[in-house]
């Protein structure tokens, strides 16, 4: 009996990867359905904006500086540095959303708008879907920027478990949007 409860995986951590597995359902169906209507014709060909760049460069950092945030809370090194990288992994999260919003910009300054041709409409529509659930990783970081100042620094299975989650969960939409920004590089 004891060793069967070794095996159990955390009912938080199975619904945080049912979830990510239903993401990438979303997105790997959102994927499709542009190569399916790229074929049919009449689709708009233009660059990818800089801007979508500049946001993959802060979305990575920002997954940089929650790891080390994390290994500092883990291993209990330095409770400043836990802070200040938790800090800047949801500066940098956050920046990520306004480089995207930039790049929308970009995108209707060239015409592209999401109610014009069907190439533009499926970025708007990946590109956005995305935010929203960077938008939910930023509400995680801001819990965990929270506890990070207003708790004590102490390591303990609940907060511990909690922070695993988030950090899992950052990660995840990081190398998500990398998946996306490629496919959308390699279709232009």
């Known amino acids: 009996m004891m060793a069967r409860e070794k ?4 009912p938080q951590l199975f619904a945080l990867y049912l979830a990510m597995a ?3 359902m979303m997105f790997v169906a959102l994927t499709s359905a542009y190569l399916v209507r790229q074929a049919a014709g009449n689709w ?13 460069l802060t979305i990575i950092l920002s997954s940089i500086f929650l790891h080390f945030s994390y290994q500092n809370y883990n291993k209990q090194r330095s409770v400043e540095k836990y802070r200040w990288f ?15 919003v930039l790049g929308w910009q970009q995108l209707t300054a060239w015409g ?6 069907p190439a533009g409409s499926f970025v708007y529509m990946i590109s956005g879907l995305h935010v929203l659930h960077v938008l939910g990783g930023i509400g995680a970081l801001g819990v965990a920027v929270f ?3 207003s708790l004590k620094f102490e390591l303990h299975n609940v907060r511990k478990k909690r922070f695993a989650l988030t950090t899992q969960y950052w990660h995840f939409v990081g190398v ?3 998946y996306l920004l490629f496919f959308l590089i390699i279709q232009r």
């Open 86 to 100: 938790l800090v800047l992994s949801l500066i940098f999260g956050l920046l990520f959303i306004v480089f995207q």
């Open 7 to 10: 095996h159990k995986i955390h």
């Open 176 to 178: 998500l949007w990398l």
């Open 44 to 56: 708009l060909v233009f660059p990818i904006p800089k801007w979508f760049y500049f946001s993959t």
């Open 22 to 24: 239903s993401m990438i």
């Open 147 to 149: 506890h990070a100042f």
């Open 112 to 117: 592209i708008r999401f109610t014009g041709n």
